[in-house]
């Protein structure tokens, strides 16, 4: 049997730009993605602790060291500068490897640094 499980987290990053004209989705500091164990286009949860929203959408790379943490698109109707927010990604893997398997936990300092 497959289970979905807590691959990644980023535990309260901030909100560097909201970008409503840019192409949709998450730029996001390489450092931060590195340290998470996430990839360019793979599919994330942001949930945004100040207004309660989820979305879906997927990541483009950021430049490293940045602190970029940029709603684009669409998704820049979900937040603001300065919300904080936790960015998600799932794996599925079998049940029995889940019971063992270590996430990737990250939680930025100030200016989304390591």
């Excluded at 164990?37 to 309660?52: D, F, S």
């Excluded at 989820?54 to 698109?73: F, H």
Aim: aromatic letters at 6%.
């Amino acid at each position: 049997m497959q289970i979905q499980v807590l691959k990644s987290k980023i535990h309260r990053a901030v909100i560097t730009e909201a970008n409503l004209n840019y192409v949709g989705s998450l730029t996001l500091d390489e450092d931060l993605m590195l340290a998470a164990n996430l990839i360019e286009n793979e599919k994330i949860q942001i949930v945004n602790a100040h207004n309660g929203s989820r979305i879906e959408t997927y990541i483009i790379k950021g430049k490293k060291g940045s602190g970029t943490v940029c709603l684009n698109g669409p998704a820049a109707r979900k937040g603001a500068v300065g919300d904080v927010v936790i960015i998600i990604s799932y794996a599925s893997m079998d049940f029995e490897k889940a019971k063992s398997f270590q996430p990737a936990l990250v939680f930025p300092k100030e200016g989304n640094k390591l």
